[in-house]
């Protein structure tokens, strides 16, 4: 199995910060790699598809960058609506994994 | 408008069995791959099953391979997780999610407990 190890696991950060979140990957999955901004109660969002793709109607930004086994997600300017938990997953290869979450917190 | 609804979560006994249900629409089903991913209380994300546009291929997490089964209805845009052997572990909200998981329901909350 792919094992995706993220990090940090949390953060504080206040708004307009410039935050990155890395997740690295047990082996090469090339670039099969989504990003995913989860708040409490709701369904979880992609941010990012194909580790640098912008998924439509999401802020510019939030980025993602890497390939093979080292990934990032990038918030260049935090605003009070990013305050949740991000997830990266794998989808290279079952099965499918999540990086173990961190969470974005207000300093 | 891509839609994911799912149903069936409630209050089951260890040992139990429960079956989920996610109905679609606003898109081209059987194009799809359909998967099952749930959050147990405090932790994080887990991606727990897999099934094809046809129907072919199922994948499944080890945590419930051989309890849990995926499948799917293509006329009437529907996957379904039929969960048997249910164990207090398995406590979470469950979601449907489409694809290399673009799309998410809005997840249905599974108990178990005695």
């Known amino acids: 199995d792919i094992q995706m190890t993220q990090s940090p696991s949390s953060l504080s950060a206040s708004v307009g910060d410039r935050v990155t979140i890395t997740c690295r990957a047990s082996?090469?999955?090339?670039?099969?790699l989504g990003w995913y901004q989860h708040k409490p109660g709701k369904a979880p969002e992609r941010l990012i598809y194909?580790?640098?793709n912008l998924q439509s109607g999401v802020p510019s930004r939030f980025s993602g960058s890497g390939s093979g086994t080292e990934f990032t997600l990038t918030i260049s300017s935090l605003q009070p609506e990013d305050f949740a938990t991000y997830y990266c997953?794998?989808?290279?290869?079952?099965?499918?994994?999540f990086g173990q979450g961190t969470k974005v917190e207000i300093k | 408008e891509v839609q994911l609804a799912e149903s069936g979560g409630g209050l089951v006994k260890p040992g139990g069995s429960l079956r989920l249900s996610c109905r679609v629409s606003?898109?081209?089903?059987?194009?799809?791959?359909m998967n099952w991913v749930r959050q147990a209380p405090g932790e994080g994300l887990e991606w727990i099953s897999s099934?094809?546009?046809?129907?072919?291929?199922?994948s499944y997490a080890g945590s419930v391979k051989g309890r849990f089964t995926i499948s799917r209805d293509n006329a009437r845009n529907s996957v379904y997780l039929q969960m048997n052997s249910l164990r207090a572990e398995d406590r979470a909200v469950y979601y449907c999610?489409?694809?290399?998981?673009?799309?998410w329901g809005q997840g249905t909350l599974v108990t178990v407990s005695s």
């Open positions: 082996q090469g999955i090339r670039d099969d």
């Open positions: 099934i094809s546009g046809t129907g072919t291929y199922k």
């Open positions: 997953l794998q989808h290279n290869s079952y099965p499918w994994t």
């Open positions: 194909a580790a640098s």
């Open positions: 999610a489409r694809g290399v998981i673009d799309y």
């Open positions: 606003g898109f081209t089903f059987d194009s799809y791959t």
